[in-house]
Structures are given as structure tokens and as C-alpha cells.
């Protein structure tokens, strides 16, 4: 499963990176204002990716198009996903390491003697290198780790289960 987000949902998007799908966000196609709609819709025909959008006339250009597509309806990040949960049951709620959620590159783990790599990026915490797990993405060469941030996620995630149960 695959996506495309429009400008709307550059939250969303960061969420579904962190849960392990690769989704593309409108903003960073680098296209003009007035040319982004048709190349979203392009994109996700030819990529066959879901498009998640807030703008009634895209849903109705990509049923046309025969693209899968869901409109959605709140503003809030938790209700999002719970849409799409609606739309899609099988979603994986559990952060996987494999998206970097700045940019949709790959990640890779860091391996033992790649210590300088991380010494290297400023906001890593020194204390943590060699005990923890730590990757790598390979586009931006961005560093995560599983950092209390991803404990908050996986109570929110846990939060959203329930509610949808
Ligand atoms: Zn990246």
C-alpha cells in the first residue's frame, strides 16, 4: 500500500512515513501551485498509490481516473487516521523503521563501526551511541532512534486502537 497526500495533510503524512508506508507529499513534488493537482493524479495513476486528499473536486477528477482515493474529512491528525482505518482495517499501527518521515527515503540500520556517522549530526545524544539501535536515511541522511518521542506515538496509536475497537 502506497499513498500521496496533498498539502493539507503534511501531518498525515509524517504518521503514515512512521508506520512504515511509503506516501509522497504533495508539497515536496517541487511542481508549481497550478500544475500539482494534475501531477498528483498522474503520479498516483502511474504509481498506483492511494490519494488522500481534503479537496472534493480531486476525489471526483481521481474516481474518474479510476484511482483510489480518500477524502478526508478531519483536521486533526488522530481522526485522520482513524478514517483511513475506516477506509483500509488492515493499516499497521505500529511505528516501523523503514521511512524517513522528513523526506519518504529508505532507512537503514546503522552498523557496529559507523560510529562516526552518527558523532557527526549535532542532535543525536552522544550516550545513546552503542546502546541503542540507530538508522540511517538513506536520502537525506537523517538519524532516528527509538527515542521517547516514539513511546508518546505508540501510546497514541495504542489510544487510537482502542477507540476504534
Ligand atoms: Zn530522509
Not at 501531477?39 to 479537496?55: G, K, M
Not at 474529512?73 to 511505528?95: A, T
Not at 546502546?131 to 518521542?149: A, N, P
Request: with cysteine.
Amino acid at each position: 500500500m502506497r499513498f500521496i497526500a496533498d498539502r493539507m495533510l503534511g501531518k498525515l503524512c509524517t504518521w503514515l512515513r512512521i508506520l512504515g508506508y511509503d506516501t509522497v507529499y504533495a508539497a515536496d513534488l517541487g511542481v508549481k501551485v497550478e500544475d500539482e493537482d494534475r501531477v498528483i493524479l498522474s503520479f498516483a495513476a502511474q504509481e498506483s498509490r492511494i490519494l488522500l486528499t481534503r479537496d472534493r473536486d480531486m476525489i471526483r477528477a481521481a474516481s474518474r481516473r479510476g484511482i483510489r482515493c480518500v477524502f478526508v474529512h478531519s483536521e486533526e491528525v488522530m481522526e485522520q487516521l482513524k478514517e483511513l482505518i475506516r477506509y483500509e482495517p488492515g493499516i499497521n499501527l505500529e511505528p516501523v523503521p523503514c521511512r524517513c518521515s522528513e523526506c519518504n527515503g529508505e532507512l537503514r540500520k546503522v552498523e557496529k563501526g559507523e560510529e562516526a556517522v552518527l558523532q557527526a549530526k549535532s542532535y543525536v545524544p552522544m550516550a545513546k551511541i552503542g546502546k541503542c539501535d540507530f538508522w540511517l536515511c538513506k536520502t537525506c541522511g537523517r538519524v532516528y532512534w527509538e527515542g521517547s518521542h516514539w513511546r508518546n506515538m505508540r501510546l497514541q496509536l495504542q489510544r487510537l486502537t482502542k477507540s476504534c475497537s
